[in-house]
């Protein structure tokens, strides 16, 4: 099992920025790929963008691209998101995830194993 440990959220401003941290420990060895998932009230938790650890590819759901990146390093076992130009419609739960290779691939929910309990993230217009 992967334990994980999401940081960085709070409050800020439209059109400001912000970067969430997530901290990995337990099997992580395991984790070939994590994730960054967001879940605003009265809403199902969508994608927001995922990475292999390896150094592969990122990959981002559509409309996240232009404001949000996804990184890791791997040598602490940690992954962040670099969150820019944020509107209130970005509010939220933010959740890190881990999971093997599939989860990857795919970039479903349902192929991460392992999920951090969520850091709140308030943009305020």
């Known amino acids: 099992r992967v334990y994980l440990a999401e940081s960085g959220g709070g409050s800020v401003q439209a059109g400001g920025s912000g970067r969430l941290s997530c901290t990995a420990s337990g099997s992580t060895w395991m984790m070939n790929c994590m994730a960054w998932f967001r879940q605003a009230p009265g809403k199902d938790r969508e994608r927001v963008a995922g990475i292999y650890t390896n150094g592969g590819p990122a990959d981002y759901a559509g409309g996240m691209r232009d404001r949000f990146t996804i990184s890791v390093d791997s040598g602490k076992n940690m992954a962040f998101l670099q969150m820019n130009d944020l509107q209130p419609e970005d509010s939220g739960v933010y959740y890190c995830?881990?999971?093997?290779?599939?989860?990857?691939?795919?970039?479903?929910?349902?192929?991460?194993?392992?999920w951090g309990r969520g850091i709140q993230v308030t943009v305020s217009a």
């Open positions: 995830a881990a999971g093997g290779w599939e989860a990857c691939r795919t970039q479903a929910d349902k192929d991460f194993g392992d």
